[in-house]
């Protein structure tokens, strides 16, 4: 079993950033590829961004290119994703997501091939 607890939301005004934190239980973080997902009220959780266990392989929703980097330290176990240049309709519950892998530069875009999911973080953009 993998354990995710994600940190780092918060209320933030149109234009700042924030740095989201994803942890992972301890002995899980190797051969895993992390990723974050975000839901709005009303919508269906969308891709934000995934990275790699090697951390050479990252991918991002096209909106979001440009603005949201995501990284990881596997000495940590932790995932980040720093958001620039918020935006209100980037507010919403991100939630981190881990599959386990073979191949350590796989990158995962899609929400239902993660196997293992966090409580999710508010994040809230005012204008």
């Known amino acids: 079993q993998v354990y995710l607890v994600e940190s780092g939301g918060g209320l933030v005004q149109a234009g700042g950033s924030l740095r989201l934190s994803c942890a992972a239980s301890?002995?899980?973080?190797?051969?895993?590829?992390m990723a974050w997902f975000r839901q709005a009220p009303g919508k269906e959780r969308e891709f934000v961004a995934a990275i790699s266990w090697s951390g050479r392989n990252t991918d991002y929703a096209d909106s979001l290119k440009g603005r949201f980097t995501i990284s990881r330290d596997n000495a940590e176990n932790t995932v980040y994703v720093q958001m620039n240049s918020l935006k209100p309709e980037d507010t919403a519950v991100y939630y981190c997501a881990a599959r386990k892998v073979r191949w350590i530069d796989y990158v995962g875009t899609e929400r239902d091939e993660y196997d293992y999911w966090g409580q999710g973080t508010q994040v809230t953009v005012s204008s």
């Open positions: 301890r002995l899980a973080a190797s051969t895993l590829t």
